[in-house]
């Protein structure tokens, strides 16, 4: 038999390619804990204890410990080594890791099993003292069917809905639990979890974990569900009723309970012992203060890309109601992050817009029930928040967070909004509030009032620019033929700490299976200047719209939709996607890109690191030069990946016959591109999608245009990357 600790880690694969030698002692490297080994054989470290005799929960490295096992009586199957050690076929099955039906197994000759020797009524490896228990136990158990908890105090009843106090169901519960194997089904443990209501549940679910005995701290549903030599499904009808207990006594709604139970079928049917991991998590979530609900809400925005509309911020969401949701507004702003809850979830940008728009009106909606407010509070509600969401889905909340603190308060508009915080996922300023100085501009201005200043500064620009359309083009220039609509998409600076920064999407995921690469898109222009704050706009033209008017047609807002689109397209194809924005003098100054890319080849953006070499840069921008037409895919020559991937890109456009295309050379020096420096390890272009004010400028307005050149960037990477 081997004595690395290697083999056992075999023993953690469930697959039909079983291990001969399972092996009868393990040595305990340098890190390992009694914990992280016990739950290699699926076993609480109370269990494991227990079945290999150890005495002390402390480890060594090199410490030898001996695994129970033996092989199966000559001419015999392993049904022998079932009933000789009195465990049931599912025990068996699970601790030796066995392909089901485990009862069809055929043991190879020599092969040796785990075992757990169990005395009719023990649990696994008793201590003597636990045998005393046992045997003591033996007459009650016998009697058990008929016995039935004794009325202890009117008062209890009263109090607690049962005739016992939280702490003695509490109590009885654990000691049942170690009096013998198998408890779960047992008429005097059952009848003990029969006591447990709404009105106690929460107290015997805490003194339960304090319980002096309870040294491993093990919740009430993870005793319930260890108890293996109990029935599969009385097991789970224990702990549905300590769920259903606790969904009373908080008014939890069924959506959650659907998720609990799927978590629950799912670990019964997975190899080794029940985790309670996420179903005590969320009984927990279930009893959470406002308090622990809104820190646990934070938690999951800062720590968790993209949170809103995943499983876990959902159930957190499911927990605010008409009966806390003011607590919970509150409890999040006594946080002082700088945000206020709506904020923290509308800023989640890697989250699809509507996920972030349910989550809000579910928090709207809960309170408005909560404090009596009429249909048209939130009609107007729900239409500020609609208008807020711009193409790139930031939101600015402070309009939305008056309307939810004036509900609270029930008090006059002139709620203040406090200062906004700045995200410590993509530096991007939140709410209005912070003031930004520019080193060239001495007025220090909020960022609601520099994008004003944006908007009104390109809307001059328009006008201007409109007339000189108008006069090449033969048109008769009147202002109010122009709609300056499109500017109202200009957004905010971004900002960190006062200074202008690159803005940073989360780590866009995929939405199939990962491919194992990553793409890095840049929406050309469409920012402000570090030094002087003016915003740049890109090359612009107009296009006349379908109610007969001219819009301006923005460089930088046009390929910010390109990008969200190509998002989209590349993560249905494996590819994991992040969006970077900002001014050519921010990406100069501060390294943003090169920054950006070693963060996400360490690692420090997401769950792996990536080789530099599977990260993609795609800078998409549009031309300008009047008359001319065209796609154009330039690149840096001195640069081997970035000549094939230039080359790649070009070949596939060229199979759209919609699409005329060619690449061209753009070297270091005077005519060298900023982000194509930063990004000399990585395969990088920088891709003119067509000429915004060219003779076919209407190709880069047609969503028609758009989708076919998305396709062939699509298909030239996956070429790239030897995906297709």
């Keep these: 038999m081997s004595g690395s600790v290697n083999t056992v880690d075999a023993v953690e694969s469930n697959n039909n390619n079983i291990q001969q030698n399972r092996p009868s002692q393990i040595v305990v490297k340098s890190g390992e804990s009694l914990s992280s080994i016990a739950k290699k054989f699926g076993m609480s470290t109370k269990q494991f204890m227990q079945w290999t005799g150890l005495k002390k929960s402390q480890l060594n490295a090199g410490q030898k410990i001996n695994l129970p096992s033996a092989e199966i009586p000559k001419g015999k199957g392993i049904l022998a080594l079932v009933k000789a050690n009195n465990m049931t076929m599912e025990e068996f099955g699970r601790l030796n890791n066995l392909p089901k039906p485990y009862k069809d197994y055929k043991a190879r000759a020599g092969e040796r099993f785990y075992v757990i020797k169990h005395s009719t009524s023990a649990a ?118 300590v769920y259903d207990a606790v969904a009373k006594r908080y ?170 915080k700045t995200s410590a996922k993509s530096g991007t300023t939140k709410v209005s509030g912070n003031k930004i100085k520019f080193p060239d501009n001495p007025e220090a201005k909020t960022p609601e009032q520099w994008r004003k200043g944006a908007i009104a500064g390109s809307s001059n620009d328009a006008i201007d620019q409109y007339k000189i359309f108008c006069q090449k083009n033969g048109i008769k220039f009147n202002k109010d033929d122009l709609d300056l609509g499109p500017l109202n998409r200009i957004p905010e600076p971004i900002a960190k700490n006062g200074k202008i920064v690159a803005g940073i999407s989360p780590v866009l995921k995929p939405t199939t299976k990962p491919n194992g690469k990553v793409v890095i898109l840049n929406p050309g222009h469409g920012a402000y200047n570090p030094n002087s704050g003016a915003f740049d706009p890109g090359s612009f033209s107009f296009i006349k719209k379908s109610n007969g008017k001219y819009a301006p047609l923005l460089e930088g807002d046009k390929m910010v939709d390109y990008a969200e689109k190509a998002a989209d397209k590349l993560r249905s ?104 420096r930063q990004s000399e390890g990585n395969p990088s272009v920088l891709v003119e999608v067509e000429y915004v004010n060219g003779s076919k400028s209407k190709n880069l307005d047609s969503s028609a245009f758009q989708g076919r050149f998305l396709d062939k960037l699509t298909v030239g990477l996956n070429r790239y990357f030897g995906l297709q």
């Design 124 to 241: 696994v490896g008793s201590s003597p003292a636990q045998k005393k228990s046992v045997q003591k136990s033996k007459s009650s158990t016998q009697n058990s069917k008929t016995s039935k908890p004794v009325s202890r105090s009117a008062a209890n009843k009263a109090k607690w809905g049962s005739s016992y106090s939280p702490n003695e169901i509490a109590t009885n519960l654990y000691q049942k639990s170690c009096d013998y194997y198998g408890a779960v089904g047992k008429p005097d443990f059952d009848a003990l979890v029969n006591e447990i209501n709404p009105k106690n549940v929460s107290e015997v679910w805490k003194t339960y974990k304090q319980n002096p005995k309870n040294e491993d701290h093990e919740s009430l549903i993870n005793t319930i569900t260890s108890e293996v030599r109990s029935d599969k499904d009385k097991r789970k009808a224990a702990v549905i009723k």
């Design 251 to 420: 008014g939890t709604p069924v959506s959650v309970k659907k998720g609990f139970v799927n978590e629950l079928n799912e670990q019964f049917d997975s190899w080794g012992m029940v985790s309670t991991k996420k179903l005590d998590e969320t009984i927990n979530r279930m009893m959470a203060s406002p308090k622990e609900l809104a820190a646990k809400m934070e938690n999951d925005i800062d720590s968790k890309t993209s949170a809103v509309g995943k499983e876990s911020f959902n159930e957190l969401l499911a927990m605010v109601n008409p009966r806390n949701a003011a607590q919970v507004i509150k409890a999040y702003d006594d946080l002082h992050t700088g945000e206020s809850l709506i904020n923290g979830i509308t800023s989640e940008i890697g989250s699809s817009k509507q996920s972030r728009k349910n989550a809000v009106m579910h928090i709207y909606n809960s309170l408005a029930i909560q404090k009596g407010a009429n249909t048209s509070a939130k009609k107007a509600f729900e239409q500020e928040l609609n208008s807020q969401f711009n193409s790139f889905g930031m939101v600015d909340t402070e309009n939305l967070d008056n309307m939810i603190n004036n509900l609270i308060s029930r008090k006059s508009k002139s709620v203040k909004v406090k200062p906004s």
């Design 573 to 676: 194809e494996g590819y994991a996607v992040v969006i970077i924005t900002g001014h050519v003098k921010t990406f100069s100054q501060q390294d943003s890109v090169s920054k950006l890319i070693n963060d996400i080849a360490s690692g420090k953006l997401t769950n792996q690191k990536y080789d530099k070499k599977n990260i993609a840069l795609i800078s998409l921008h549009a031309d300008s030069d009047p008359g001319e037409s065209g796609t154009g895919v330039c690149y840096n020559p001195g640069f081997q990946d970035d000549t094939k991937l230039a080359n790649t890109l070009n070949s596939a456009f060229l199979e759209d016959n919609w699409i005329k295309s060619d690449t061209h050379e753009r070297v270091w020096g005077k005519n060298g591109i900023q982000v194509l």
